[in-house]
């Protein structure tokens, strides 16, 4: 049981009745309230559940200047049997609290960082939505607001929860997500920030990412950023490869996000027993393998996108394609696995759950996707 019970300035206009829940979009409507937190005088200050809607900061704000803010991104359900669920906050709390300590931002009390997320998905219960492949996101971020133009760690910063409902990031109905692997950009180096959740390195990912949409791709396939030789995630998503019967996924070596999804992957891999390799996998070894007719699926994995199957791969002139329609893809099986885990339509050995006791309202309707 939290020691959090935060105060709650309800909103006077919900703008639930306007939201078209038959044709949801990925974060372009906001839930009714906000969590927010201050830090100032040397600590976290006024947690609070408010009213969604526009914030002031002084231009002078530190993060608008240096990007000093970070992100985090999981997911809220309503399950077949209509309990709501947050899945696996803790895992978020803690990769929020390293790209604090990346970019010199004080971390918060990740009780807090929990007991925040479940106060405000009870508070917007009636905004989760309830078909299966579609969920409350739940954006909390930080980022400095002291007014200075010093390039140093601010003193003020604001911590803002967001929630949105949403379909899956990627439609994938037209088939598999398809990807330019990229020769030239790179999305992160050795040393730099590439683990931590942070905007900057999602801005540097725009350009190449609409050079690869001009070219016909969904993505962007990041190589490392030394040779452009290994393969590191997609941005939106980590990766992996079936290759014969064994799994592989690129190490968390620095420069790629250590994704929820991504660990919860693994461990269902490794519960069923089947072949896994956490380990720098080369472009030219990807190719190879698709030769030989040994390359049998390759999939995204990320909190927004779940499991995503690659359609297609471009690596300079080569084109690799991939079978996404056909029973039995493992993609499809840790799709299902994970969504009937996230819904309460399977059972929760791992307890990756939280339940959030909320006020219960009959289901819309509890359809397939
Ligand atoms: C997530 O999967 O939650 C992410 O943060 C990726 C994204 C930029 C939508």
Redesign the pocket.
């Known amino acids: 049981m939290s020691d959090y019970n935060l105060p709650v300035t309800p909103t006077t206009q919900s703008r639930l009745a306007k939201v078209d829940f038959d044709d949801l979009g990925?974060?372009d409507v906001f839930s009714d309230h906000m969590f927010s937190c201050e830090f100032y005088n040397g600590t976290w200050q006024d947690p609070q559940i408010v009213p969604y809607g526009p914030i002031s900061i002084e231009p002078g704000a530190l993060c608008l200047h240096y990007g000093q803010a970070v992100?985090?991104?999981?997911?809220a359900f309503r399950g077949v049997d209509h309990l709501l669920r947050v899945f696996r906050p803790e895992m978020n709390a803690e990769r929020l609290q390293q790209s604090c300590e990346r970019l010199c931002i004080p971390a918060i009390d990740q009780e807090l960082f929990c007991a925040a997320i479940e106060q405000l998905v009870a508070v917007d219960e009636k905004w989760l939505p309830t078909r299966r492949g579609e969920s409350l996101?739940i954006?909390p971020l930080i980022f400095a607001t002291e007014p200075n133009l010093l390039v140093k760690p601010a003193d003020r910063y604001l911590f803002l929860i967001i929630t949105a409902p949403v379909r899956e990031?990627f439609s994938t109905e037209g088939g598999g997500v398809s990807l330019r692997a990229e020769p030239k950009y790179t999305r992160a180096a050795m040393g730099g920030t590439g683990s931590a959740?942070t905007g900057g390195n999602?801005a540097a990912t725009l350009l190449p990412g609409m050079e690869s949409v001009a070219l016909g791709f969904d993505q962007t396939l990041w190589l490392d950023g030394r040779d452009h030789c290994y393969v590191e995630e997609v941005?939106?998503?980590n990766i992996f490869f079936k290759i014969e019967d064994t799994f592989i996924t690129p190490p968390l070596h620095g420069t790629i996000l250590p994704?929820v999804?991504r660990n919860s992957v693994l461990t269902l891999l490794k519960d069923r027993g089947a072949k896994y390799e956490e380990r720098p996998i080369s472009i030219d070894e990807v190719l190879a393998a698709y030769e030989d007719g040994k390359l049998k699926e390759v999939f995204g994995a990320?909190?927004?996108?779940v499991i995503a199957p690659i359609q297609r791969i471009a690596y300079q002139d080569t084109i690799l394609e991939f079978d996404v329609e056909s029973s039995g893809l493992a993609s499809q099986w840790l799709y299902d696995t994970i969504v009937d885990i996230q819904t309460g339509a399977a059972e929760d050995t791992y307890g990756w759950n939280r339940i959030v006791s909320a006020p219960q309202t009959p289901a819309r309707s509890m359809t397939g996707s």
């Open positions: 990925f974060g992100f985090e991104g999981l997911k996101y954006r990031y959740k999602y941005g939106q998503m994704g999804t990320g909190t927004a996108a």
